[in-house]
């Protein structure tokens, strides 16, 4: 599983994940004083985690399926299939117009974002260097 292309492939998919987030969370600045719009969010990394979690956590007694209608005790989930999810948040409210951007909290969201960009983008520069000076040598 700690190859060189599921790592690229998971900082790439993760910076995917962060270039959907800056368009919501700009959506979301820009509709901030839009009565009874509702934010919304992007899930995606805890849906990584649990895909990867999967990985490691086998059964001590895994079940054999000899039918089709029966149920697996266990079911390995691949992280290429989790995809990026925008998710509207209907349970809060901001203001007293039924919107619920908090301009600030988005900000913080945005800065946030960015950050992890930089940091998802400098370990892919690190990944490509390893392997830069490792042809070198």
């Given amino acids: 599983m700690n190859t060189f292309a599921t790592t690229v492939d998971l ?9 959907v987030r800056r ?22 990394e805890s849906e990584l985690k649990r895909a990867l979690d999967t990985q490691k956590q086998r059964p001590a007694l895994e079940l054999v399926q000899t ?6 005790n266990f079911r390995e989930r691949d992280y290429r299939d989790v995809q990026i999810r925008r998710v509207l948040d209907y349970t809060s409210t901001y203001n007293n117009n039924g919107n619920n951007v908090d301009p600030e909290q988005e900000f913080m969201a945005s800065l946030q974002n960015q950050m992890m960009y930089m940091l998802l983008a400098n ?3 690190f990944e490509f260097n390893q392997v830069n000076s490792v042809l070198r040598n």
């Avoid at 900082?11 to 270039?19: E, F, K």
């Avoid at 039918?67 to 697996?72: C, D, K, L, Q, T």
């Fill in 23 to 44: 368009a919501v969370i700009s959506n979301n600045i820009a509709n901030a004083n839009v009565p009874n719009f509702k934010r919304s969010d992007v899930n995606f």
């Fill in 11 to 19: 900082l790439h998919r993760t910076m995917s994940a962060n270039v």
């Fill in 67 to 72: 039918n089709p209608a029966h149920f697996n």
């Fill in 123 to 125: 370990s892919v520069s």
